[in-house]
């Protein structure tokens, strides 16, 4: 079964290379391809997930709050301008005082979090590229070997419970300059409108307070 996935991955490459790489359902049918060989192998892939909401693709700018149970990231929501006609660029910062479209994403049951590198510059390096991964997305990672790690650390505990990975979701979100990882039970989010800054302190204190 493997061989037909393995040729239909490397017929999708030969024809998104026919195509200049600007077909965008070549694009699309090769990373289907890739992911259900990479499944079939037993391997980690990454399955994009349709959350409701799109952050701003060129500055994002998520911020983190987590205790050892709960995190929450924030972030700048994509706002289309009707206004624009690409002459002119929109500089924000965390820094802002005016209040503007934010996404809050809650991480519950939340057993560890990854923030920072690598940014999309250098995304094909990443381990889960050629494996479903997309730009400017978030995803559930399939056979997480950050999982596996953690569950077979923990092992060691006398009254380690097995299970991990029906217990746990690994999420992978692709932001411009970096990406955040969690393993958690669930994943809620909610549009907010406030600055950084006001998000940020409302969240810190849901964390303290529950």
């Known amino acids: 079964m493997t061989s037909d996935l393995e040729r239909a991955v490397e017929a999708g490459r030969d024809e998104l290379e026919a195509s200049g790489y600007t077909d965008q359902e070549a694009w699309t049918a090769l990373q289907r391809a890739e ?91 990443h381990p889960l590229d050629g494996r479903g991964l997309e730009a400017y997305r978030p995803h559930l990672v399939h056979n997480s070997p950050w999982i596996s790690e953690e569950e077979r650390i923990n092992s060691v505990h006398a009254n380690h419970r097995g299970g991990w990975h029906q217990r746990l979701n690994h999420y992978f979100f692709v932001f411009h300059d970096e990406v955040f990882e969690a ?19 409302r969240a810190a204190h849901e964390i303290v307070v529950e």
């Open 35 to 125: 992911r259900r060989l990479a499944a079939a192998r037993g391997e980690p892939w990454a399955e994009p997930m349709d959350l409701g909401v799109d952050w701003d693709a060129g500055a994002p700018l998520p911020h983190l709050v987590s205790n050892g149970s709960k995190a929450v990231l924030i972030c700048y929501a994509s706002v289309e301008d009707p206004q624009w006609d690409g002459s002119y660029a929109t500089v924000v910062s965390p820094a802002d005082t005016s209040p503007a479209t934010l996404i809050e994403f809650t991480f519950e049951g939340c057993y560890s979090t990854r923030f920072g590198g690598p940014n999309d510059e250098v995304l094909h390096g």
């Open 183 to 201: 393993l958690a039970e669930s994943v809620s989010v909610r549009r907010v409108r406030a600055t950084i800054a006001e998000a940020l302190a």
